[in-house]
């Protein structure tokens, strides 16, 4: 995964503007497809129009094509998430995990069924409307940090949440002493650790304040011990910023820790073993 799945470094993917509206303590900006309405909770399970679950996935199909290949992917996934809720997505290499979360996050299409984000039809959005939600709703965490090189940790860390209009000094230090990255504010990522990088990632994620994290095997690049205090982190965070996660990973260990688990095999969510 490349920092493209900011939808701010990419080329193809220009975050365009927009009036903001209020949804529960959050801003959300409505898009002129399918707009995001005002009121609703992010507790409780509404969604930004007060109805429904944060992320409502329904008869997911996609296949991807390399070549003169044509691989099904998903075959039809169906999953709920409630806001503040975590869910963690299991399944064996190569059945779409990644697939999934990038279609979630409106970084690819579906070829049929929809994914409803924050009272919004990802599917239905254009480019720019799915860089839109992404920039509001959406926090994203992968495997490979995905840091901003050229920037320092305090760079990286009020990097998502500037460009959400949401950069808050004050919450971005306070994020940082919780990550144990204060003494490390002015370094850069190539003078960090493994266990540091992620840790400046899931601060970045954070501090835009988004309704939805997305962690594609968030410590699947750092040792056992590493990974789970960064896990345990993470886990705390979102638990006390009231935000959902929806999170992939190969260790059943690893998913045990959140409230939910489903697991992909042969394109369908099925439960998790
Ligand atoms: N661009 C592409 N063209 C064709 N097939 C692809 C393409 N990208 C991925 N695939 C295939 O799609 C399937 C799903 O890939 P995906 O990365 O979503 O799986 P995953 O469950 O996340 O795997 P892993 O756990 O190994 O990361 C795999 O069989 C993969 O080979």
Known sequence: MSPSAFGVIHPRRTPAGGDRIRTGTRTVQPSSSDGAKS???????ANSD??????????LEKTLTGGDERVPVLRGVDLTLEAGHSLAL????????????????????????????????????SDAGRARLRREAVGLVFQQFN???????AGNLGFQARLAGRFDADAVAALAARLGLEGLMNR???????????????????????ALVLADEPTGNLDEATGDAVLDLMLELVRDAGVALLMVTHS??????CDARLHLRAGRTTEAP
Not at 147 to 153: A, E, K, M, N
Not at 198 to 204: K, L, M, N, T
Not at 252 to 257: D, G, Q, S
């Open 39 to 45: 009121g609703g909770a992010s507790s409780g399970g």
């Open 90 to 125: 299991t399944g064996e290499s190569g059945s779409g995990k990644s697939t999934l979360l990038h279609l979630v996050a409106g970084l690819d299409v579906a070829d049929a069924g929809q994914v409803r984000l924050a009272g919004q039809d990802v599917g239905a959005l």
């Open 252 to 257: 059943p260990r690893l998913a045990a820790r």
């Open 188 to 210: 850069y990522p190539e003078q960090l650790s493994g266990g540091q990088q992620q840790r400046v990632a899931i601060g970045r994620a954070l501090a835009a304040r988004p």
């Open 147 to 153: 840091l901003i090189p050229s920037l320092t940790v």
């Open 50 to 59: 007060g109805k429904g679950p944060l992320l409502a996935v329904r008869g």
